[in-house]
């Protein structure tokens, strides 16, 4: 699937996103999923709505890790705005 020139060319402006993609795509090639972390929350929602545009996906789980304390986390399914 190909993606409009402003969300490649943000893949391309980033040499760890770019990676990350080009792992993805071989990934995808094997058949096989993926789960990667991303600390930055923007960029999380970022990356699904790339992902998805990307790899022709109409649906990827986001979970969120909330820390509340050093000992304490607390893990949640964070809806993706379309």
Do not use: W
Not at 42 to 71: M, P, W, Y
Request: glycine share 4%; aromatic share 10%; net charge positive.
């Amino acid at each position: 699937m190909e993606m409009s020139g402003n969300n490649q060319s943000f893949i391309d402006a980033f040499d760890r996103l770019h990676a990350c993609f080009e792992i993805m795509h071989r990934i995808k090639a094997k058949g096989e999923r993926v789960l990667v972390f991303i600390d930055h929350r923007k960029i999380q929602f970022r990356f699904v709505k790339l992902a998805r545009q990307k790899f022709g996906l109409e649906h990827i789980d986001h979970i969120t890790v909330i820390h509340l304390s050093k000992n304490d986390r607390l893990l949640y399914p964070d809806p993706v705005p379309p």
